[in-house]
């Protein structure tokens, strides 16, 4: 009879040792989530931070194209004024002329855009499409 409880006895403990080991293992992988939940968050902040940081020394070197593109056009059309035969009050004319030529250059690009866009069709896998039918076409045979 003793040998009975025994046997009952550690029946029991080993089952509670198993719930015990089960809890140990669902508590250390709901940390186990968690840790790598924050790791993740932690790296999308940095990649967002480093983005940021990207697009703000962008637009500053931006700022700085324009303004030096600016001065360039002024530049030419300071030389422009210089080369073309017109009177020294005249300055106007060469402003005109380096306005004129970047207005011709504008409509040249919004032409050649334009051929491009409709000259495009709408982007469809066509690879992609001829393969799934060729598939078909292998299954149905």
């Known amino acids: 009879m003793s040998a009975g409880l025994a046997d009952g006895g550690s029946g029991s403990s080993s089952q509670s ?22 790791l993740a968050k932690l790296e999308m902040t940095q990649k ?8 703000a020394v962008g637009i500053i070197a931006g700022v700085f ?3 030096g593109l600016n001065l360039l056009l002024h530049g030419f059309s300071w030389l422009a004024f210089y080369v073309l035969p017109v009177p020294s009050q005249a300055i106007f004319w060469g ?9 011709l250059l ?13 000259g495009g069709s709408p982007p469809t896998p066509e690879m992609a499409i001829a393969e799934g039918k060729k598939i078909k076409e292998t299954v149905r045979g």
């Open 17 to 38: 040792d198993i719930a015990k080991s089960l809890q140990e293992i669902t508590e250390k992988a709901q940390l186990l989530v968690r840790e790598e939940i924050e």
């Open 48 to 55: 967002v931070t480093k983005l940021v940081k990207g697009a």
């Open 65 to 67: 194209a324009i303004f």
């Open 95 to 103: 402003f005109f002329l380096v306005a004129g030529i970047l207005f």
């Open 106 to 118: 504008g409509g040249l690009a919004g032409f050649l855009a334009s051929r491009f866009l409709k």
